[in-house]
């Protein structure tokens, strides 16, 4: 299975050749208001002798604004899938499409063009370059795309008050606590001023207070910016804050339904009656999940 780059450089920086012009999706019709759709996705892994299959014939339509968490155990193919939606790993069979982008047609250069201009995304680890600054990292896909260095300092220099971290633009990465490292990767994310924001367990490696801290400052700047975000936690009380939660179980999106107040262990036991949309299975369950606000 893939893992997570070591650097930045597979998510920002450009190659030769990402100049070239992206394949666009087939007619969406009339409605404009999607911003992400995968058709009949499949993932398989080689393991001996048998295929390990993540998910097949998984459906999923995002809108524009929507903010989605996607739960589930460990191994099920979360951060897969989210590769998938940055054009950072390919499909076995299936198509995602991002706004009028037909993915699956991208060569190496378009998608990293595409992940530059289009896709701001935020890892569990924060993956900043250790002998740069804060501001230094946070301009790094503007410097990547060759934005005079003067306009990609102010640029960057304005994320970072947006994070609240305008007294640190000049520390280094490792002179930062683990939030303030968090804030800078979300500051290189959206410095771009992509459309779809894409974050893998943005507060895993966080306590309790300071990934709920994070998750406001979050949840403030997708407002801000008229993003859509689509998020994987693990955490419940961070995805009952989202407009919609789906759940990675056995290869499908099952709709989730949180509930604030209720233990883990009662909840867990309740389910209502499932529901289907064409392609896309829906089981709606209850979570728990809580309504502490989320500040930054």
């Known amino acids: 299975m893939p893992s997570e780059p070591s650097s930045v450089v ?45 998910f097949d014939e998984l459906n999923l339509t995002v809108r524009r604004g929507e903010m989605v968490a996607i739960v589930g155990e460990s191994g099920s193919g979360k951060s897969t899938l ?22 699956g047609k991208l060569t190496a250069a378009q998608a990293a063009a ?19 600054t804060a501001l230094e990292n946070a301009a790094m896909p503007l410097l990547a795309r060759d934005e005079p260095r003067s306009t990609a300092f102010a640029k960057a220099r304005e994320m ?48 309790n207070r300071t990934a709920e801290a994070v998750f406001g400052l979050l949840e403030r700047l997708h407002t801000m910016h008229r993003l859509t975000s689509i998020l994987v936690t693990h955490n419940m009380e961070i995805a009952a804050h989202c407009g919609r939660t789906l759940r990675l179980h056995e290869g499908r999106l099952h709709e989730v339904r949180l509930q604030a107040g209720r233990s883990e262990d009662t909840s867990r036991q309740m389910a209502t009656a499932s529901s289907e949309t064409p392609g896309h299975p ?10 502490t606000a989320g500040t930054a």
């Open 10 to 54: 597979e998510q920002y920086f450009p190659i030769e050749g990402a100049t070239e012009a992206a394949p666009f999706a087939p007619a969406m019709g009339p409605d404009d208001s999607v911003m992400l759709r995968a058709e009949d996705l499949r993932k398989e892994y080689r393991s001996g002798s048998q295929p390990l299959v993540l």
């Open 82 to 103: 989210l590769h998938l939606m940055a054009a950072l790993d390919r499909p076995t069979a299936g198509d995602v499409y991002c706004a009028s982008t037909w993915l």
């Open 114 to 132: 595409f992940r530059n201009r289009e896709i701001g995304y935020v890892w569990q680890l924060h993956y900043l370059l250790p002998e740069f």
């Open 160 to 207: 970072l008050r947006e994070v609240g971290l305008e007294a640190r633009t000049h520390h280094l990465a490792g002179e930062l606590s683990g939030g303030e490292q968090q804030r800078v990767s979300l500051a290189r994310a959206l410095v771009t001023q992509p459309r779809l924001l894409l974050a893998d367990e943005p507060t895993g490696n966080l306590d």
């Open 282 to 291: 829906i089981v709606r369950t209850s979570f728990p999940g809580g309504n």
